[in-house]
């Protein structure tokens, strides 16, 4: 809004071409821009668009953990119907699939350890949404949490999918959290993806004191339960 309006002003002044005239072949040029290049990443709300690909993967054998906030309960919500979207093309099954939440985004890194050290979960997949308001919070929360989670992938060696949304404002969200470009769906590939890896690296096993990497020293901190489906709070 705010480009259209100022780039509007500044060929008025010019007085070289008819603004509309200009908007249209803006809006052809956005048009063709997007067929050969791909969309652009501006200020509209779009650039919401996902930009990876997957291959065929098989999420079969996988357990997901799903931890989400209640604040921004509506978006969450949807963002998480396009995880679950993401996990069944992956052949997830609804059984292997566990969900749990926590008040606000700042409260994910420690319950994502929680999950994690739990032992009963392949990946875990964050998700949550911040907007940008009139104080601090957002950046401070922002920072605390990308690191945090971060910080518990690689300590624990469970993949943990950053599927928080860091917004400026509500279309933003609403762009990444509704069809055709619900992120969720990507977050879902994501985590069977790197489900995938880590089962892998462990040398075939899901998990557990004694897979590959453990065995070597790198598999992380140990799990509370080796079994899935352990009990406790997860
Ligand atoms: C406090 C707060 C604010 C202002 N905004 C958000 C937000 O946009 N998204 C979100 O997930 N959580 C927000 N929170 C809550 C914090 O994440 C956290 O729950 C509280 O500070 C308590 O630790």
Redesign the pocket.
Known sequence: MHIQKSRTQTLNANQATPPNALIHFYFFFCTLRNVFVGPANNSFGQGAESEVSFGELDGSAMRIGIIR?R??DEAVSRLVSGIKEGLKECKVAEDNIFETSV?????LPLAARFLSLSGTVDAIITC????K?DTY??EY?ADAVSKGLMNVQIQTSTPIVFGVLTCENESQVKARSTDPNNHGRDWGKTAVEMGLLRTEAMGGKSGGKDAGLGAVGLGGEKPINDKKGGSGFF
């Open positions: 906030t604040w921004n008040p606000g985004s700042f409260e949550g949404v911040l907007i308001g919070h957002f929360i």
